[in-house]
């Protein structure tokens, strides 16, 4: 089983404690061996988005930016 930690806002973080950037963060954690895996940041820093996965890829869509201004792009990363 894997969970995947995608965007945020440093005055909303995560649980992982260690250091990275929220906004443009793709993390990836294996629950059943505990490893964390930082995978290819996103081009744009967002949160309050939505989220899809399709095939091997997970979709980002619209969200709002860094600065709290609605962001309408989309972006695909690959699993």
Same mark, same amino acid.
């Given at each position: ?5 995608? @965007? @945020?806002?440093?005055? /909303?973080?995560? /649980? /992982? ?7 443009? &963060? ?6 059943? &061996? ?6 290819? &940041?996103?081009?744009? @820093? ?30 695909? /990363?690959?699993?």
């Amino acid at each position: 089983m894997v969970v995947w930690v995608i @965007g @945020g806002h440093e005055m /909303l973080p995560s /649980l /992982l404690t260690r250091k990275y950037d929220e906004a443009k &963060s793709c993390i990836h954690i294996d629950i059943s &061996s505990g490893i964390i895996t930082k995978k290819s &940041s996103m081009n744009v @820093g967002r949160m309050g988005f939505g989220v899809g996965h399709i095939g091997q890829y997970i979709y980002v869509v619209a969200g709002c930016n860094e600065d709290g201004e609605a962001e309408r792009s989309c972006e695909r /990363l690959d699993m």
